[in-house]
């Protein structure tokens, strides 16, 4: 079984840039998550989508995050414009389903540099 | 909030036995989970407990209190590949995400 997918898996950008994540989650998975993980802490939920609508996007910046998923598959997590403390692993995941276990699969992540 | 509290640090022995525990808000949540994440790679999934008790899987073993909101992960037979951060992290009611502590780092030695 493929795991999850994300790209690109590095990206290093100036401040006031903007800047793209992909995520590909496990075939039939219905929920989807982006988290953030700083160096030296836990990741932090930025946003779940459920097929595709937001379920929780209580802690996404939304003056200069967004993300979408469209067709409730892939989604893409949208940095614009990016500041420097937006340096960060993008951790992509997702379960089969919200009840019980709801054993989260992470994916690699994409490690963000903002100069 | 929801805080989720661990030590950051911890250093054991090749071979021994280390406790890292795990300290919560007992409301809120429906469950803990432990995860292993090392240096540079992604979180993978090591347990999960919803009601109170041991839930022992090979060397890796969890254990939950909730009227305590408490939970520890125990390693035996400690292996040099452990060396790694332990994820401590609960699911909050509802359909919500986990919510994570910020991780002990083990590191096992010779």
């Given at each position: 079984e493929a795991g999850v997918a994300q790209s690109p898996r590095y990206k290093i950008i100036e401040k006031r840039q903007s800047v793209a994540f992909w995520c590909n989650p496990i075939s039939g998975h219905a929920t989807l998550y982006w988290y953030q993980q700083i160096l030296g802490q836990g990741p932090k939920l930025l946003i779940q989508f459920q097929n595709n609508g937001v379920?929780?996007?209580?802690?996404?910046?939304k003056d200069r995050f967004s993300a979408e998923r469209l067709k409730g598959v892939d989604s893409t997590l949208k940095i614009?414009?990016?500041?420097?403390?937006?340096?960060a692993v993008y951790l992509c995941a997702s379960s089969?389903?919200?009840?019980?276990?709801n054993e989260q699969f992470f994916g690699p992540g994409t490690r963000l540099t903002v100069l | 909030g929801q805080n989720i509290d661990q030590p950051t640090e911890m250093t054991a022995t090749e071979g021994a036995i280390v406790q890292i525990n795990c300290t919560y808000q007992?409301?809120?949540?429906n469950g803990l989970f432990w995860y292993q994440q090392h240096a540079g790679e992604a979180p993978t999934f090591l347990s999960y407990n919803v009601l109170d008790g041991l839930e022992e899987k090979g060397r890796f073993s969890s254990f939950l209190s909730r009227s305590k909101g408490y939970s520890y992960l125990l390693l035996k037979e400690?292996?040099?590949?452990?060396s790694a951060s332990y994820l401590c992290a609960g699911r909050g009611t509802g359909r919500r995400a986990l919510t994570f502590g910020s991780g002990t780092r083990l590191q096992v030695q010779p």
């Open positions: 379920v929780d996007d209580s802690q996404l910046p614009q414009p990016a500041k420097l403390e937006d340096s089969l389903d919200t009840s019980g276990r | 007992t409301s809120g949540f400690l292996q040099m590949k452990d």
